[in-house]
């Protein structure tokens, strides 16, 4: 980190590099011309809007000539995650109509749809699902995600869409950051040597009939330096000098632009306090002046709307300063029409208005938009069986194969003879949420089962295959009980889904509150089970005692829905002869301590537990000596922000209390059998039901309330504007009260909303999730920039309800708010 300078710092666009960008073709930038000379003003400013799919019809699009429609993360046609192919087709077609419809007099400019396709066509149900980039990395092989961006684009378009916002080309240089998962890799060149070979997988060649052919548009995102905020928060602030922003976060734009991409997606984050949404230099003088990026910029999500002076619905500063589509999901109409008003008084001066239109104009023509036929006439549309098409399983199953790295392997224990019996244990043996992770049919990728992955495979599934082929016998237990001792067992388990802030965390400990992995790992080689972990994650993370518990230890990433690479390479064939060795090697340093972070090949006192690079082969001496299983951090503070409750137990320093009334109360002991208000009205005790969760028990003699609470508060506004919801894993144990509620309260206000008809649904003895969203506490009077009570029930009735977790996780369409 730089020292702070007392303004932010003027750029220098000589210092930066000159990308070879391909040449514009004179017969394309004849034809924008000649479309921008018949555009009205209104129709130029609906070209520079972007809406979302759950808040624009075509008709909204005919009416203001929008120029593109995106499904952010979980939005799909009629909110359904899983709808088929013909639905998706449907809507394109309505959009591109509605777009081409001149009857009004209009020029018509086709709409183009854009996507998250970032692993595969994650939006679409029955996708192939790749290795998160993370995994590509460690691959590292540029040919391969070529293949893999020709697969995405071919199964991205037949569902219709034109445009992925993909490749992510961050440079993720602190790992507590969410988003690591999304970058190829801490160095800037590895980034760079993948970021042009997956652009023109996902393009093809500029110029050619790119739609035609089954190719769609690509993204490099997000322009600049998002993967090098402080502390690695999301969204937050890059404090580097030009040089290390040049140097290190802008590497993946000067390869994505040699390799000719169409769409640079700005960041939501600073560069020393100033948006870059709002950042002309960077966006203007450097990106497109001296970089020679002739396509055009794209806002991240109300990304503008974070812009001094800015909001949502009002922002020419960041058109002005070269934003030149805004991704603007809900408010499109009140910007659309202050844009307008903008463009009228000059606010927006014409010449920048007309720039961003024939940027977008240039790269609708080049992509073959503008002559392409409905969306549904085009070669590869509708084809159903495009989506997890063999051959693009056995592509991503390759992947997950090469990214795959070994950390440790004492005794030589892999590869596995598959002639043995083998325990497949570990939550995650058989979870294809977890392989997916966020960015998967929903944003955080947190509600996803395995019936959400027809076709898909999960890690045991694969090793079943492989064991039972060879003769040998392969058993799912996650808990990892058994009844006959089995030779060897392979556990996986790890990180489960988020994405962007939600995976933000304080430290790099792996699981700071919760050893129930090393007691699984450590019982069964107390009886004598040489023991494979497979670690599922999104980084790399402080694991020594899971390590030090286990014979073997492979980072598997978030592998996608192709499980069965996993096995590929953990076992030999049944002769005996190796089939796959690792070949993957680490793209980010994985850390001694839990807090080394940021931790980066290069730094001055560089000492990570496995290099940069690093990786065994069966060929290797893969011993690792016992690890210090000092952290380095108080794990006690880690990740309290978002969980309040787990396994039935408060995350500290979360306290769970009992009181009667307002005020007061006592509070919940760790290791008391049973803890009770002074009347008796309401009582608390471990429950014994196995899952690990607290009784809660009131008498219905007078009001109680069981509430969760801490001294400090924390700040959830980022939260509830990504429309997460609190989450409580509950089981009713007696008849449904006649009301309770549920409030989140901290110095600013307190917001309470009855939660008792979601009670009176659930079948007495059923788990169930009781769920509101951030949003609707702050509509009851929640101030929930600072909360302090995330969590409290409050009846006066009879009830028996236990409580295993209380967290925030994503919305979902369903979360009703009561009034
Ligand atoms: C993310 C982008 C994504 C966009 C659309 C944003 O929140 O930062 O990476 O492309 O949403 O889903
Ligand atoms: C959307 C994402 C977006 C996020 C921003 C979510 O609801 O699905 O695409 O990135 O909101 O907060």
Not at 128 to 147: M, Q, Y
Request: proline residues 6%; hydrophobic residues 40%; negative net charge.
């Amino acid at each position: 980190m730089s020292t702070r300078p007392s303004e932010p710092p003027t750029v220098h666009p000589e210092i930066w590099p000159v990308a070879r960008a391909p040449a514009p073709d004179p017969a394309v930038e004849a034809r924008v011309d000649a479309l921008l000379a018949r555009m009205t003003l209104e129709e130029k400013v609906g070209q520079v809007i972007q809406a979302e799919l759950q808040s624009v019809t075509p008709e909204d699009v005919r009416a203001y000539n929008l120029g593109s429609v995106l499904n952010g993360g979980g939005s799909a046609p009629g909110g359904d995650v899983r709808a088929a192919p013909e639905a998706w087709l449907a809507l394109a077609d309505a959009f591109w109509e509605a777009s081409t419809d001149t009857s009004d007099g209009g020029v018509g400019v086709p709409a183009i749809w854009g996507t998250d396709a970032v692993h595969g066509h994650n939006a679409a149900f029955g996708a192939t699902i790749f290795p998160h980039n993370i995994g590509l990395g460690a691959a590292g092989d540029p040919a391969l995600v070529r293949r893999i961006g020709e697969v995405v684009a071919r199964e991205a378009s037949a569902t219709g869409h034109d445009w992925t916002f993909s490749p992510t080309v961050a440079v993720p240089r602190d790992d507590r950051w969410g988003r690591t998962y999304e970058g190829f890799s801490e160095d800037p060149a590895l980034v760079a040597a993948l970021a042009g070979p997956y652009v023109e997988g996902l393009q093809g060649a500029i110029g050619a009939d790119q739609l035609g052919d089954g190719h769609v548009v690509a993204t490099a995102k997000h322009f600049l330096g998002d993967g090098g905020t402080t502390g690695g928060r999301d969204q937050g602030d890059t404090e580097v000098s030009e040089e290390e922003l040049r140097d290190i976060h802008g590497a993946g734009y000067v390869a994505a632009i040699e390799a000719g991409v169409q769409t640079v997606m700005a960041s939501y984050s600073t560069w020393w306090g100033r948006k870059l949404h709002g950042h002309d230099e960077l966006l203007t003088d450097v990106l497109k002046g001296r970089m020679g990026f002739d396509g055009f910029v794209v806002g991240d999500w109300n990304g503008h709307g974070q812009v001094a002076g800015c909001a949502s619905d009002d922002c020419p500063a960041a058109l002005n300063a070269g934003i030149d589509m805004f991704m603007v999901p809900q408010d499109w109409r009140s910007l659309y029409d202050n844009t307008l008003e903008q463009a009228r008084t000059g606010v927006i001066a014409p010449e920048r208005l007309d720039d961003a239109v024939r940027r977008i104009l240039r790269v609708k023509a080049r992509a073959g938009v503008l002559h392409a036929p409905r969306p549904s006439e085009r070669p590869l549309a509708g084809r159903a069986e495009l989506l997890g098409a063999p051959s693009h399983r056995d592509l991503a199953r390759e992947a997950v194969r090469r990214s795959l790295v070994l950390l440790k392997n004492n005794d030589r224990l892999l590869p596995l003879s598959p002639r043995q019996r083998v325990l497949v244990a570990g939550p995650a043996a058989h979870d294809l949420a977890r392989q997916t992770g966020g960015w998967t049919l929903t944003w955080q990728g947190d509600t996803n089962t395995n019936e959400d992955f027809p076709g898909g495979t999960s890690i045991f599934e694969g090793i079943r295959t492989a064991v039972e082929a060879a003769g040998g016998r392969a058993v799912l237990s996650v808990d990892g009980t058994y009844v006959e001792r089995p030779d060897v067992a392979v556990v996986v388990y790890g990180e489960t889904p988020y994405a962007e802030f939600q995976g933000d965390r304080s430290t790099l400990a792996f699981s700071p509150g919760d050893r129930s992995h090393i007691a699984l790992l450590e019982r069964l080689r107390a009886d004598g089970v040489p023991v494979v972990s497979v670690f599922i994650s999104g980084r790399p993370l402080w694991a020594n005692p899971e390590i030090n518990a286990s014979d073997a230890f492979v980072a598997a990433w978030l592998p996608g829905t192709e499980g069965a690479g996993v096995a590929d390479v953990l076992f030999t064939a049944a002769d005996g002869s190796t089939a796959y060795d690792f070949t993957g090697t680490l793209s980010f340093s994985w850390p001694r301590t839990a807090a080394q972070s940021p931790l980066n090949a290069g730094d001055p006192d560089y000492d990570p537990l496995f290099p940069l690079g690093y990786g065994l082969t069966y060929g290797d001496d893969g011993d690792v000596p016992r690890l210090s299983e000092d952290p380095g951090v108080d794990l006690a503070a880690a990740d309290a922000r978002t969980v309040y409750l787990a396994a039935g137990a408060p995350v500290r320093p979360w306290r769970l209390t009992l009181a009667e009334g307002p005020g007061g109360g006592v509070a919940v002991g760790e290791d008391e059998e049973e803890t009770r208000t002074a009347n008796g009205w309401l009582s608390a005790a471990r429950d014994g039901g196995g899952e690990g969760a607290v009784a809660l028990a009131w008498s219905g003699a007078g009001p109680a309330v069981a509430a969760l609470s801490a001294f400090q508060a924390v700040d959830l506004s980022r939260e509830a504007n990504g429309a997460m919801a609190l989450v409580a894993r509950a089981r009713l144990d007696s008849p449904p009260p006649g009301g309770m509620t549920m409030t989140m309260a901290g110095p600013g206000g307190r917001g309470s909303v009855e939660v008792g008809g979601q009670l009176a649904a659930a079948a007495a003895g059923e788990w169930i999730e009781l769920r509101v969203r951030l949003s609707c506490f702050a509509a009851h009077g929640a101030d929930v920039a600072s909360i302090n009570g995330p969590l409290s029930l409050t009846t006066s009735d009879a009830v028996r309800l236990a409580l295993a977790e209380v967290r925030l996780a994503e919305g979902l369409a369903s979360d009703a708010c009561p009034q």
